[in-house]
């Protein structure tokens, strides 16, 4: 008798070229596992996100509501789809929704719903206003970061040793490397306008990023890490390609924040290595990377990881990751009938 398939919802199906969203990629490595049986379900934000209508990685598709729209109405929805297809691990991979399915984690539980991930304290505190105070636990260092309410202080910020460029960041999410007052106040504007305020902004530094992707386990230890070293850049500084790798330091500090955080859940470290050697702790990131996909091609499926852990099943594999595995990205087309558009956009469904 087959086994029945575990049904996994994904969020995160937009595939940008130059800013994709991590789902697709958590929905490719579910489907190369070696050891389950999934039943995938992607859910979206947007009738254009394209992971909605690729049946290679997605049995079938739905709409969500934005979060801005509140939690009631994430909740109705999700409770709407669970009802029909009966999801048994949910998997949020975009940080604006990360805050709402934090808190709703007991609520889906109750549902039948599993989730794996972090309490609302330990999702504060690894914000992007509290690196430096983990970049100090983590045993590296951090470039500045400031906290700012209004476009004025691009007006004298040169007088105020800010010289350009430097990064202009949202609390939770984007970025863009500043050249000039014109472009700060233009970054500022966007974020703020999509994420709120405050606006952070963060020195720039030149050097080589590393990457660090895993699961934290709730309990300080960082399960299956996979590190990759940025080979290519698109102009928003995503990574294009990359190169699996190990690195003693970047472990060192990743082990050391989660220790310190006692992070439940995916995510990824962000460091460079500037010009004179140093490691600088620029992100946490509470979610899997987009170029998780590179986990497969190490021998660390992570998503699948995640998934038995959330099930209680996760058995702990001590083999190291493959190193010298590399990815490279790129933009493709995928036809879609006009009656499956019509279908998502009217009931939200495909």
């Known amino acids: 008798m087959n086994e029945q398939p575990l049904t996994i919802a994904i969020t995160g199906m937009n595939a940008k070229p130059d800013n994709p969203g991590p789902g697709l990629a958590v929905a490719k490595c579910l489907r190369e596992s070696r050891n389950a049986n999934y039943k995938i379900i992607g859910l979206s934000y947007d009738a254009l996100d394209p ?99 209004s476009t004025s202080f691009f007006e004298d910020c040169e007088d105020k040793d ?48 590393y990457n660090l992707t895993a699961v934290g386990d709730g309990k300080g230890n960082l399960l299956d890490p996979v590190m990759m070293k940025k080979m290519g850049l698109t102009d928003k500084g995503k990574a294009w390609a990359g190169v699996s790798i190990n690195d003693h ?57 995640l998934v038995n852990l959330a099930l209680n099943r996760y058995v702990e594999d001590d083999t190291p990751a493959k190193l010298g595995k590399i990815f490279i990205r790129y933009a493709e087309e995928t036809i879609v009938d006009i009656s499956d558009f019509e279908s998502i956009v009217m009931q939200g469904h495909s």
Not at 274 to 292: C, S
């Open 51 to 149: 992971g909605l209508y690729l049946p290679q990685y997605v049995d079938d598709s739905f709409l969500i509501p934005y979060p801005s729209a509140g939690e009631n109405a994430l909740i109705n929805r999700i409770q709407q789809i669970h009802d029909a297809h009966h999801i048994d691990v949910l998997i949020p991979c975009l940080d604006a929704e990360l805050p709402n399915f934090v808190r709703m984690k007991d609520i889906l539980k109750e549902a039948g719903i599993k989730t794996y991930l972090p309490s609302q304290e330990q999702f504060r505190y690894r914000n992007k206003d509290r690196l430096p105070e983990l970049a100090k636990h983590a045993g590296i260092d951090c470039p500045e970061i400031k906290t700012i309410t």
């Open 162 to 209: 800010w010289e350009y460029p430097f990064a202009v960041k949202g609390i939770f999410y984007d970025a863009y490397i500043v050249h000039n007052k014109e472009e700060a106040i233009k970054g500022f504007k966007k974020i703020a306008a999509q994420w709120g305020l405050p606006v952070l902004i963060q020195r720039f530094i030149k050097g080589e990023e």
């Open 249 to 305: 330091t970047l472990l060192k500090a990743s082990c050391a924040l989660v220790k310190e955080i006692q992070w439940k859940g995916p995510l990824e470290v962000e460091i460079m290595k500037d010009q004179e050697g140093k490691y600088q702790l620029l992100e946490i990131n509470p979610r899997f990377p987009a170029w998780i996909y590179l986990s497969v091609g190490t021998g660390k499926n992570l998503p699948e990881s």
